[in-house]
């Protein structure tokens, strides 16, 4: 019987065992100084080894020495909290990036009169963020709209990152990208992001 042919190489977390494509993972190597190194991208040279996109396997990887087995040598000392930390921050940074470049293509909209005006074009947003700490009339009021005219909607970052982010001085509510390449990319960086907080605040 001949076995189907995988789209996707497959990988495996090296703490609950899992499989699955190698995108859905999260890849690491190993630095010249031993540091355990992420690499969102997949794309550092060295030997990979992989946890499931969840800041629990992350951690319990670090707690039992996971990676000094999958390396076969000892890494460099680190905490959990100190790696679980810097793969968010890193996630954060990527989610930025793409609004930063989204709002210098002119591409990205905020403030309450102009996101008003974005939501009713005939050209609507194709992606809509709400800040986590929004109010909760203001974002169901726009929530709703949105999903009216079938926008995703994420809702996962703070009023003042998001500002941080989208390269504005002061904190955004709510932005809007209208670029479906834009919003394609955030799409996939912020369903990784979310995914990998949930995994922990499910514990």
Do not use: H, W
Not at 65 to 85: G, I, M, S, Y
Not at 168 to 178: E, P, T
């Amino acid at each position: 019987m001949t076995q189907r042919k995988r789209s996707e190489p497959q990988r495996s977390c090296i703490v609950c065992r899992r499989e699955g494509d190698k995108r859905s993972f999260l890849r690491f190597v190993l630095a010249p100084d031993s540091s355990i190194t992420p690499d969102l991208e997949q794309k550092l040279p060295g030997r990979g080894t992989y946890t499931c996109q969840s800041r629990r396997c992350l951690q319990e990887a670090v707690k039992r020495r996971q990676f000094n087995r999958a390396f076969k040598e000892t890494t460099a000392a680190v905490t959990p909290e100190e790696l679980a930390e810097l793969v968010a921050t890193l996630m954060k940074k990527r989610i930025g990036a793409y609004l930063s470049l989204a709002n210098k293509a002119g591409m990205l909209v905020s403030g309450g009169d102009a996101l008003e005006r974005a939501l009713r074009s005939a050209k609507p947003p194709c992606l809509l963020l709400l800040a986590d700490d929004i109010s909760g009339a203001s974002a169901d009021k726009l929530q709703g709209r949105a999903e009216r005219s079938g926008i995703p909607v994420y809702r996962i970052l703070t009023k003042e990152l998001m500002g941080q982010l989208a390269g504005k001085d002061s904190d955004r509510s709510a932005v809007a990208i209208m670029s479906p390449e834009f919003a394609r990319s955030l799409c996939t960086e912020l369903e990784r992001y979310r995914n990998y907080l949930e995994e922990e605040s499910s514990r």
